[in-house]
């Protein structure tokens, strides 16, 4: 399994976009990246996954340059609601390949100020 | 409405106590997962179960045990639960850990279950 690296904090102000990076050195070809999101008192929820290049969905994007050694998360016009903790994975698309495993994290705590 | 249920959602109990937390998915989920969640330690994973009568230890299992006799349950056992148990646990499922589609690792959460072990 990759190990990931982020930043444990970030503060950030409405309106702002905010871009989360996490560095994976050690990605492996088939592997994945998948980001989470998780609001104070509930369990993480899916935000976006991609392999490489860019994705964007409604609620993010995902940049991922093409050594493929890191990603960024972005959130455009970051609102109060965003504060949460942001989770990096990185992980085979076929689970079973890492013997079933999945490591979260510390993940970021982003926190939006008005 | 497609979930993972958790219960119960809050425990306070007394050291050595046995307790069971169950967890639910009426998704048809194939891969199920149990994880703690503590202060400046993130998620991380207790125990895993691919499919039905398949499970395996993640990175903290010491104290835990589970098991997966049908698909949609996965009860998360502490047989003599201590303090340092203490934590705030989440179940969660995804569609299949063996499809080779990274989709279907998507992590479906339950609510959460606070326990206190004094």
């Known amino acids: 399994l990759a190990k990931t690296t982020q930043p444990i904090s970030m503060d950030s102000y409405e309106g702002q976009e905010v871009n989360i990076t996490c560095s994976h050195n050690n990605i492996a070809t088939n592997d994945y990246i998948t980001w989470y999101q998780q609001f104070p008192s509930q369990g993480p929820r899916f935000i976006i996954q991609?392999?490489?290049t860019k994705v964007t969905n409604e609620v993010a994007s995902l940049f991922i340059p093409a050594d493929r050694k890191s990603s960024t998360l972005s959130l455009p016009r970051v609102s109060l609601s965003d504060t949460a903790v942001y989770y990096c994975l990185v992980g085979d698309a076929l689970i079973y390949n890492q013997g079933g495993k999945l490591i979260f994290g510390q993940g970021t705590e982003l926190s939006v100020k008005p | 409405e497609a979930q993972v249920t958790q219960n119960p959602r809050y425990l306070i109990t007394v050291t050595g106590k046995k307790l069971t937390v169950t967890c639910s998915q009426n998704?048809?989920?194939?891969?199920m997962s149990w994880y703690r969640q503590d202060p400046g330690l993130g998620l991380r994973q207790i125990y895993y179960s691919m499919n039905v009568e398949v499970t395996d230890k993640g990175d903290v299992p010491e104290g835990y045990k589970v098991s997966r006799k049908e698909k949609r349950n996965f009860p998360l056992i502490l047989e003599s639960p201590s303090p340092n148990q203490t934590s705030l646990y989440f179940c969660?499922?995804?569609?299949?850990?063996?499809?080779?589609?990274?989709?279907?690792?998507?992590?479906?959460f339950g609510p959460g279950t606070r326990l206190t072990v004094l």
């Open positions: 998704m048809n989920h194939e891969y």
């Open positions: 969660a499922s995804s569609k299949s850990g063996t499809s080779g589609r990274a989709r279907d690792n998507e992590q479906f």
């Open positions: 991609g392999y490489k």
